[in-house]
Structure formats: structure tokens, C-alpha cells
DNA sequence: ATGACGGTGTGGCACCGA
């Protein structure tokens, strides 16, 4: 089955280029954010009719989250549970497969501006938050995948100037902790699972023609539980999206992993 | 040091993102 992480940046404006994506690359799973819009604007039926089921978690304006999935997605859960949030930023759902459940959780992580402020001092309690969450989820389901857009690069190969950017937003110390303490409780980047080209990135800013000069940063990710590391295939990042009119600023991450496909 | 680009809102610029 393959499961997909994209990021993007308002469902009104994104929805023909995401149905367009889900006809080339027909995944079992959809991970989006930042959805910036409420669940009654969500076109949960342009989406049906594509194929795909929604697990929505909408805001106005900022944030929202949703999963959409070829088979229908239960113990449906919004945000993180003991970590009380105004904003809507993590869904998690189960889907049953051939192989058994797994468990979907689809998070967009706080930008946290810059060391020092209010925002950061929120983004640490939030990832300490998912942290303790997670710990007892993956008891609970050991086949367990997060993915979503983190914002934070988990190391210098993640981001195109390593020096300039030493231990500003997205690249400091105590956010790359962070990130390591999510993977210290049995999770996996399944992109470094394989091989990959150099200077790999899933979001360029729309500013100063990013893109053309691959000036990015890898913050999109999709963690694997230690019970299906071993399943993992592959696991891509699709740049092509951000050739579109009208991009997002971030790219679809896509993993496919050995379970049998969902029907 | 700043802004550059793009999305949203009850707007004519401000806020936010990364």
C-alpha cells in the first residue's frame, strides 16, 4: 500500500491539482495540511468521487488538517490527546488492511518563527506533547506511521545551506532533540530508509526563484513504526507538483509499503 | 538588516508561513 504526506497551503485553491495528483498517483492514503478551512467547506464529495474517504479536522484561515483513504478510517482522533490546542493540527485515524490495522497519524507541526519567542516556546510543548502521546499510541498499535509536514530538518543533509541557517528556525539543536526523541520511541524516516540523490528538499520558499535554484528544505516526513520498517519498499519525494500554476510551497512525500493494497 | 511570494480576512494593509 502506499501512503502520501502533502502540504497544501489552502484546499480551495489546491483541490484540481490534488485530484489531479490522486489520478496519477492513486494512493491507499492521503496525509493533507494546512487545509485553511473549515470542515463545512470541505469538498468531501468532489473527493468520494474521486475515490477517497475524508478524516477532516478543519480551521478557518490557518492550520486544518485531513486523511483521505481509499477505505473507510475509524477510532478517528483530533489533535493530541493530554495536550489541549486551539489549533487544528494533528488527525490520526485506523484503517484496516489484509495485513491488520494500522494506525494513520497526520500532524502539521508548529513553524515555531524563530528561537526565543512565544511560537517556539509553543512548538517545544507541542512536539513534548506529541511525544508522550506517541509513546502510548505505538503500544497500542504497533504498526503505526506519522507523517505530515514537521518543520524541522532532521540534519544538515536536510537543508540547502547548512551554515548560514546554523541553529535558526527549522535547523536549531532543541527542535533536531526533538525530532530524535520521536524516533527514539521506535519510528523510522522512511526516506532515509534507501538511497536518495543529494540535496533532496520538500518545500521551497516562493520567494527569490527557490525552486529553480533547489534552495529547500526536507520538513515533510513520513515515520515508520519498527513493525513495518521492514515492509517499507520506497519512499520518494514527487517534485513535480511544484511545476504547476499555482504551486504549493511543499511537495508530496509518498511511501509504499508491502502490505497487501487496500480494496 | 530587510524583503522578496502567496494565502486569508472584512481588507485597501496586516498577519502568517518557513
Given at each position: 500500500m502506499k501512503i502520501a504526506t502533502w502540504n497544501i497551503n489552502s484546499l480551495a485553491v489546491r483541490l484540481p491539482q490534488v485530484l489531479g495528483w490522486l489520478a496519477a498517483n492513486p494512493v491507499d492514503a492521503l496525509c493533507l495540511q494546512e487545509l485553511k478551512l473549515s470542515d463545512d467547506k470541505f469538498p468531501r464529495d468532489a473527493l468520494a468521487a474521486a475515490g477517497y474517504q475524508s478524516a477532516v479536522f478543519g480551521q478557518k484561515t490557518y492550520n486544518g488538517v485531513a486523511i483521505l483513504s481509499r477505505t473507510p478510517a475509524r477510532n478517528v482522533v483530533k489533535n493530541i490527546v493530554g495536550f489541549p490546542d486551539e489549533q487544528s493540527r494533528v488527525i490520526a485515524v485506523t484503517l484496516d488492511t489484509p495485513q491488520g490495522e494500522l494506525r494513520l497519524i497526520n500532524g502539521y507541526f508548529v513553524n515555531g518563527q524563530a528561537p526565543g519567542t512565544d511560537k517556539?516556546?509553543?512548538?517545544?510543548?507541542?512536539?513534548?506533547?506529541?511525544?508522550?502521546?506517541?509513546?502510548?499510541?505505538?503500544?497500542?498499535?504497533?504498526?503505526?506511521?506519522?507523517?505530515?509536514?514537521?518543520?524541522?530538518?532532521?540534519?544538515?543533509?536536510?537543508?540547502?545551506?547548512?551554515?548560514?541557517?546554523?541553529?535558526?528556525?527549522?535547523?536549531?539543536?532543541?527542535?533536531?532533540?526533538?525530532?530524535?526523541?520521536?524516533?527514539?520511541?521506535?519510528?523510522?524516516?522512511?526516506?532515509?530508509?534507501?538511497?536518495?540523490?543529494?540535496?533532496?528538499?520538500?518545500?521551497?520558499?516562493?520567494?527569490?526563484?527557490?525552486?529553480?535554484?533547489?534552495?529547500?528544505?526536507?520538513?515533510?516526513?513520513?515515520?515508520?513504526?519498527?513493525?513495518?520498517?521492514?515492509?517499507?519498499?520506497?519512499?520518494?519525494?514527487?517534485?513535480?507538483?511544484?511545476?504547476?500554476?499555482?504551486?504549493?510551497?511543499?511537495?508530496?512525500?509518498?511511501?509504499?509499503?508491502?502490505?497487501?493494497?487496500?480494496?
Open positions: 517556539f516556546a509553543y512548538k517545544m510543548q507541542w512536539l513534548d506533547g506529541l511525544c508522550n502521546w506517541l509513546r502510548g499510541e505505538l503500544l497500542a498499535h504497533p504498526k503505526l506511521v506519522l507523517a505530515g509536514d514537521f518543520n524541522i530538518t532532521a540534519d544538515d543533509r536536510d537543508t540547502y545551506d547548512p551554515v548560514a541557517l546554523r541553529e535558526t528556525i527549522h535547523h536549531t539543536t532543541e527542535e533536531r532533540q526533538h525530532l530524535n526523541a520521536l524516533l527514539g520511541l521506535g519510528l523510522n524516516d522512511a526516506f532515509r530508509l534507501f538511497e536518495q540523490s543529494e540535496k533532496s528538499y520538500s518545500w521551497w520558499d516562493y520567494r527569490e526563484f527557490a525552486f529553480r535554484r533547489n534552495r529547500g528544505l526536507r520538513i515533510d516526513y513520513i515515520l515508520v513504526s519498527d513493525a513495518l520498517k521492514p515492509t517499507v519498499t520506497s519512499c520518494v519525494i514527487d517534485k513535480l507538483p511544484r511545476k504547476n500554476e499555482r504551486p504549493s510551497d511543499h511537495v508530496p512525500v509518498v511511501a509504499e509499503l508491502d502490505l497487501p493494497s487496500i480494496k
